[in-house]
């Protein structure tokens, strides 16, 4: 199992010591790996973008750093994010403030939802989320229901709603519930193109010995019950597809 992201604490917890890292690694691929160029090509001035399993939000900080870096415009964006669990304080502060901060303006119109994308009335939700979407996120999500043994089909049952056009990126850590194998998997889906495919190791800065993040890291209950370690570096690997 993973953490367990309906404790306030725990999702405090993964805010504060593990959302800095993970929005660096998500960064830094887009810069390194020319997945950001991939992201934003024919994407246009007005993109509307969802993220299904959006948490504090680390791949949105990242792609909005990077599309402002390109000279774009964050809010020219609409951006509607998606979480079984109530993220808004963590992602207020750690996501939609540090957009701010970084490119001066936000997107023009954020939603979020809290919705479980598993869950019986999931279709009906996804049947209006989806299709009106330009670009769409997958991060962490085809693991987690990989765990369930139904990662690939609610990731073909996305790309079946999704318009002619739109791309989806599907994103993980390569070694988890076999993430890296299943990329090949992924990247067949049919009446989708591949756009991009790659796996990349990167270290990412860790908080100072002795800072509060630190200790969160250190702290024995949240390693314990959530099975999580302190990581200095992450190997991602990934999916581009664009619907034809």
């Given amino acids: 199992g993973g953490p367990n992201f309906g404790d306030v604490k725990v999702r405090e917890a993964y805010a504060l010591a593990y959302h800095p890292g993970h929005a660096h690694a998500y960064l830094q691929i887009m810069l390194d790996?020319?997945?950001?160029?991939?992201?934003?090509?024919?994407?246009?001035?007005?993109?509307?973008?969802?993220?299904?399993?959006a948490g504090a939000g680390?791949?949105?900080?990242?792609f909005f750093t990077f599309f402002a870096l390109r000279g774009l415009q964050p809010d020219e964006a609409t951006l509607s994010l998606v979480d079984q669990a109530d993220w808004s304080v963590?992602?207020?502060?750690?996501?939609?403030?540090?957009?701010?901060e970084i490119t001066g303006m936000c997107p023009k119109k954020i939603d979020t939802f809290?919705?479980?994308?598993?869950?019986?009335?999931?279709?009906?939700?996804?049947?209006?989320?989806?299709p009106n979407k330009d670009l769409i996120f997958?991060?962490?999500?085809?693991?987690?229901?990989?765990?369930?043994?139904?990662?690939?089909g609610f990731i073909n049952e996305v790309c079946r709603l999704m318009k002619s056009q739109s791309k989806i990126l599907v994103i993980d850590q390569a070694e988890v519930n076999g993430f890296a194998a299943a990329c090949d998997e992924i990247a067949r889906i049919p009446q989708m193109r591949l756009i991009h495919q790659g796996d990349m190791t990167l270290r990412v800065?860790?908080?100072?010995?002795?800072?509060?993040?630190?200790s969160v890291l250190d702290g024995v209950p949240y390693q314990i019950q959530n099975w999580r370690i302190a990581r200095t570096k992450y190997h991602f690997s990934w999916v581009l597809l664009q619907k034809r």
């Fill in 205 to 214: 800065p860790s908080p100072p010995d002795g800072s509060v993040a630190s």
């Fill in 114 to 130: 809290i919705q479980d994308v598993v869950s019986p009335d999931a279709f009906s939700f996804l049947s209006q989320f989806v």
């Fill in 33 to 53: 790996q020319g997945l950001g160029d991939s992201l934003i090509k024919g994407l246009g001035a007005q993109p509307s973008v969802g993220v299904l399993g």
């Fill in 58 to 62: 680390a791949e949105t900080l990242a």
């Fill in 90 to 100: 963590q992602r207020q502060v750690n996501c939609i403030d540090k957009i701010q």
């Fill in 138 to 152: 997958c991060p962490a999500i085809y693991t987690e229901l990989e765990a369930q043994h139904n990662g690939l």
